[in-house]
């Protein structure tokens, strides 16, 4: 299901009921399904990967950490590949959590590699203010990350913010308290004459949108999930239920992994022509890249990183 949603980005707190801006995009394409892509994923498989964010402007690619493992435990490149990532993986003392921190990593980088043309160890993940990723030189990429239970899901877009939330299907959500707590009244009076399975399904369709959305602007908890909705069929609604004006937004869900998982993504399609070359040679200034190379070559307590 895939709805164009009415939500402006601007610097203050974006709201989804309000008007977009002259000359967003507009398009009733359904994105694809996200992309399975274990460790052992061929080369041509990542020029899937690529192609489909050259498509649609946007590309979501899942996998276990389990398949990813092996190829995490065995790369004698490791540490420059997690780069600044090392000390916090090797600090992480438990063991699922250290595996699951390792491999989305791993993920995360492959994932930018195959888009941006280059090695993943070439490419530098950092977090903004609460936690959020980037690719550090890389601007006209964003990342979203999430994992829970053995999923890794990353996203990546070129047309604006995207971000991405999964939850597995069978995870309980009570309607009662939670419910008031993260539904509209609208919402709220939808899920409340529908049964019991049935109010769990729409509760953890509704969660995983809205954090989606929210980690998409970077927001986490402060926007409020009380303050924007989402209908029966996906699009956009105000906080009382009327449908939404049109705007920059996609919002999508998928099942994946045999339907354990459900997946949801919230993209941005600002408008703008963005660049179809996302090579990393085209993309980065040549004295930037030197600065950078420079830097990491001196950086102490670690050995030489490889250049960009």
Known sequence: MSHRSDVHHPTETPHPSQTPRPGAADSTTVPAPPLHMPGSAPARSWETVRARLEREGHAVVTATWGEWLSAALTDPALRPLL?????RYRRTGNAVA??????SRMLVKHTAAAVLDTDPAALELAYRIGGRPFLRGFDQLDVSLSHTG????????????????AEPVDREIP?????????TPAEAALLAGLTPERQARGLLRLWTLKEAYTKALGQGMRLGFTEFGFGDDGAPV????????GGDWTFTTHPVLDGRYLVST????????????????TMLDPEFTGAVRTARHREPGGPPRRAL
């Not at 250290?98 to 491999?103: A, G, Q, W």
């Open 83 to 87: 780069g600044r990532d090392w000390q």
């Open 98 to 103: 250290r595996y699951r921190f390792v491999t």
């Open 150 to 165: 053995d999923l890794l899901v990353v996203a990546v877009s070129r047309t604006g913010r995207i971000g991405v939330d």
């Open 175 to 183: 309607f009662g308290v939670l419910g008031r707590r993260m539904c």
């Open 238 to 245: 105000t906080a009382d239920g009327s449908p939404a004006p």
């Open 266 to 281: 919230a993209c941005q399609d600002t408008g703008l022509d963005p660049a179809h070359d996302l090579t990393a040679r």
